[in-house]
């Protein structure tokens, strides 16, 4: 399974845009990028994901690069509810549908 | 919003003692799935089903059991708990077409004495 890299924590002012970056420099040409989050223990939550083309919806963007080689989640306005943690997942697009988490990146939003 | 649902969400039980989580969703997926998560660290999946009477171990050794005998319904055993045991597990299932998002539950955490 194709593995990703992300930091492990960041901060981010209340209102300004996160930006979580996440590198998967071994992804196939097939497989898809997740987000997804993870407040405080809760159930993770999915966030958004894409293949190859820049994705938004109502909660953040997806910009992957030309390349594929990494991408990055965009929260437009953190507020301190978003503070959790955040996996970015590529999941191959077989049947079994497994997802590797990974220790993802740890958000915290700052008043 | 997810329908799927955890029970009990806390618990706590002595060493050998035989113990069942239950896990059910409403959304009617094929695809569940039972993850084991220490806290602060990484999600492992213990268990997953692709339909009735299929049930698959996954990437993590565990002790526990499942079955699949609705849709709707995937409950994980321990047939004699340890204090190893202690951990949370989430509960998720996902469909076969669209997104192949996977919806979680809110977990149920365990604590062996």
């Known amino acids: 399974d194709a593995k990703t890299t992300q930091p492990t924590s960041m901060d981010c002012a209340e209102g300004r845009a996160a930006n979580l970056p996440c590198n998967h420099s071994?992804?196939?040409?097939?497989?898809?990028v997740y987000w997804y989050r993870q407040i405080h223990s809760q159930g993770p939550q999915y966030i958004i994901h894409g293949l190859k083309n820049n994705e938004t919806n109502e909660m953040a963007s997806l910009i992957i690069t030309e390349d594929r080689k990494s991408s990055t989640l965009i929260l437009p306005h953190a507020t301190l509810r978003d503070t959790a943690v955040y996996y970015c997942i590529v999941r191959p697009p077989v049947y079994r549908n497994q997802f590797y988490f990974g220790t993802g990146t740890s958000l915290t939003v700052i008043p | 919003e997810a329908d799927i649902y955890q029970t009990p969400r806390y618990l706590v039980i002595g060493t050998g003692k035989k113990i069942t989580l239950e896990c059910s969703q409403t959304m009617g997926h094929d695809k569940m799935y039972w993850y084991q998560q220490d806290p602060g660290m990484e999600l492992h999946l213990i268990h997953y089903s692709y339909g009735v009477n299929s049930t698959e171990k996954g990437d993590l050794s565990s002790e526990s059991t499942v079955s699949r005998i609705r849709t709707e319904h995937f409950p994980l055993t321990l047939e004699s708990a340890r204090p190893s045991h202690t951990s949370q597990y989430l509960c998720?299932?996902?469909?076969?077409?669209?997104?192949?998002?996977?919806?979680f539950g809110p977990g149920t955490r365990l604590t062996v004495t």
């Open positions: 071994t992804i196939s040409g097939n497989e898809y």
């Open positions: 998720a299932s996902s469909d076969r077409q669209g997104t192949y998002e996977q919806y």
